[in-house]
């Protein structure tokens, strides 16, 4: 069966660190893998997406995400975070075919320190 | 519309009460899902529309739930006997066409309803 594993609930960050959120999958095909954020009373933004080609994929916002067939996983990353980032934040991983169901994992809810 | 619009954005409810969730998507978007994201977890599939048809009911957790989208646009999410395990944030989301394009399956998303039921 499909499934999404974020392995980190909560990530405290200091503003202009490094950010990496871990993302791993399991799924039987060549995924279709999302970055969703979701900041409080909002509903889900698209980050970014991966479905073929390079396997490092830019996105909005600065973000980053880099899918490792071997690990099955699919890491978002942003070389400096700015306190606006503080937000929940869903991997995802998307069924081909004519229906494209979403499944997300848990989340894992990041905050910024000044 | 510019967005995908829930309404409403708080629902209050008594156990037992009959509720009613509205989703109007994105104008022209062929696809629509509904999802239910409980407090501290990941968006969970509930139902899947393609125009009016209704294609995957697989997630509906019980025959209390219900919905619909019978001209192929406006959608409603019905909960019948509301109980305390379906307090919880619906989100619906809606693509344009049956399949992206692109190959990959890009959803937007509503604000979500969120319902509590006391």
């Known amino acids: 069966a499909q499934s999404v594993t974020q392995p980190d609930i909560h990530i405290t960050v200091s503003e202009g660190a490094s950010l990496e959120l871990r993302c791993n999958y399991s799924y039987g095909a060549t995924p279709y893998l999302f970055w969703y954020v979701q900041s409080p009373g909002q509903g889900l933004q698209l980050l970014l997406k991966y479905f073929s080609g390079d396997t490092l994929v830019q996105g909005i916002k600065g973000f980053e995400a880099e899918f490792k067939r071997s690990q099955s996983s699919f890491n978002l990353r942003k070389p400096s975070v700015h306190w606006s980032d503080a937000a929940e934040y869903f991997c995802a991983v998307g069924r081909g075919g004519s229906q494209g169901n979403l499944i997300f994992g848990k989340g894992t809810k990041l905050s910024v320190k000044p | 519309g510019a967005g995908v619009s829930q309404s409403p954005r708080y629902k209050v409810a008594k156990r037992g009460q009959d509720v009613a969730l509205r989703c109007d998507p994105i104008?022209?978007?062929?696809?629509l899902f509904w999802y239910q994201q409980a407090l501290g977890q990941g968006p969970e599939f509930l139902t899947y529309f393609q125009n009016e048809a209704q294609l995957d009911k697989s997630g509906l957790p019980s025959d209390r739930f219900f919905a619909e989208r019978p001209e192929g646009s406006v959608s409603t999410l019905k909960i019948q006997r509301t109980q305390q395990e379906d307090s919880a944030v619906y989100l619906c989301a809606s693509r344009r066409y049956r399949v992206d394009i692109s190959g990959a399956n890009v959803l937007t998303f509503g604000a979500g309803s969120r319902l509590t039921v006391l």
């Open positions: 104008s022209g978007h062929v696809s």
